[in-house]
Each structure stands twice: as C-alpha cells, then as structure tokens.
C-alpha cells in the first residue's frame, strides 16, 4: 500500500513517507507535485507563486487532514471549507487541484451554481434533493447565480441545498462536508444566504487574494 506516491502516467510523485499506517507528509514535496499537476490540468503557464505559499500550504494540511497543524493554524478539519476572493484569483483552480492530493479517499465533486439552478429550472425541487444529500460536494461560485424558477415559483436553489446540507451535517451519522467557492465577502454572504442555511461570522482572512472560512 503506497497512498504517499502517486503516479502519473509513467511518472512517480512521492508525497512523503508511510510508516505505521501514517503519511507524513513534506510539503516541499507536495508543492512539486501540485506544480506538475496544475501544468496537466491547465496548461504548461502554470505556476504556483510564493505569495501564495502561505494560503496552498494551509489549504494542503486541511485536504491531507494534518491535525496537529490544523489546530495550529485555527483550522478545524471537521467542517466544510468556503473559499472566497475576487474574480480571477485562483480559488476554482485551487479547490480542482488539491483535491488529488488524497486520491485513496473520497473525492469532492465540484458543481458550478448556475449549473444546480438551470438543473432546477428545468426539473424542479428534485434537483435540490439530489445536492441536498450525503455526497461530497465544492459548490462553486455561490452568490452570482440567478434565482431559481420552476413552472413560475421562484426558489433560491443554492440557498436551499445549503439549508439541506447543513441539517445533514448536524446528524453524525449522515454527516458529510461541503466546501464552496465565492465571489462575496461574508456581509454580502449574509444578505443573500443569511436566512438560508450557511453561516456566515468568525471570517478569518488568510492575505490579499483570499478569504478562508471553515462552516
């Protein structure tokens, strides 16, 4: 059993080492990897840049679940991760990438909102249903959807799936994350999904580009 390397195609990418059904990870090794990666996903421009060691670096202990450094950090790996900042930043980029880190466990999907409404558009509160359960889910961009309509009543579908999600995350047994990716900070996160289920206070800012939240 190797979950500390991964390969890609016929090249081997060590993460660490494995020792009593432990990774211990480096993360100069991680880097090395999620620049190889990243120029596979998106192209050969791709670069990781040392402003943003600091958010990559925090993002990597929370995807590999690093306890200890977790807790260090004010991150809590229990929760769901929002990752927030301004158009072009990074943040979709960055949730599809760090998710290969851990390729021996579950996966998130990653949904763009708007596809979620025009799913509800076209069938209805089933759509909700379907996101609102106990899959893995990065729902991304919130807060630029358009609102939702179906057969002319009108449903804020993001909002809703979050509600529905959030009351399966109370239940231990059925409990699963979801992250999400934002364009908003939190007031205008509070205005438009307040009521509707995502929490939006203890906003923590990790440098220029980002915010991170953990709900």
Request: proline letters at 4%.
């Amino acid at each position: 059993m190797t979950p500390h390397i991964i390969q890609e195609s016929n090249l081997s990418y060590q993460l660490g080492s494995f020792k009593n059904n432990c990774i211990q990870y480096d993360f100069d090794k991680i880097l090395v990897y999620l620049e190889a990666k990243g120029r596979m996903l998106f192209g050969q421009q791709f670069k990781i840049h040392s402003e943003d060691l600091e958010i990559i670096y925090k993002l990597c202990i929370y995807i590999i679940q690093d306890i200890e450094k977790c807790k260090k950090h004010n991150l809590d790996p229990n929760k769901g991760l929002l990752l927030s900042g301004p158009v072009g930043c990074g943040k979709t980029s960055l949730m599809k990438l760090v998710r290969h880190l851990t390729p021996h466990k579950t996966q998130y999907k990653i949904i763009p909102c708007r596809n979620a409404v025009f799913s509800f558009n076209h069938i209805g509160f089933k759509t909700i249903e379907d996101y609102g359960n106990t899959n893995f889910y990065c729902f991304d961009d919130i807060g630029v959807e358009p609102k939702g309509k179906h057969f002319g009543q009108d449903c804020n579908v993001i909002g809703e799936i979050l509600l529905s999600r959030y009351d399966l995350y109370q239940n231990p047994k059925k409990m699963e994350k979801t992250h999400a990716t934002t364009n908003l900070n939190a007031e205008e996160l509070e205005e438009r999904y307040g009521n509707s289920g995502i929490p939006t206070k203890n906003v923590t800012i990790l440098g220029s580009s980002f915010i991170f939240r953990i709900f």
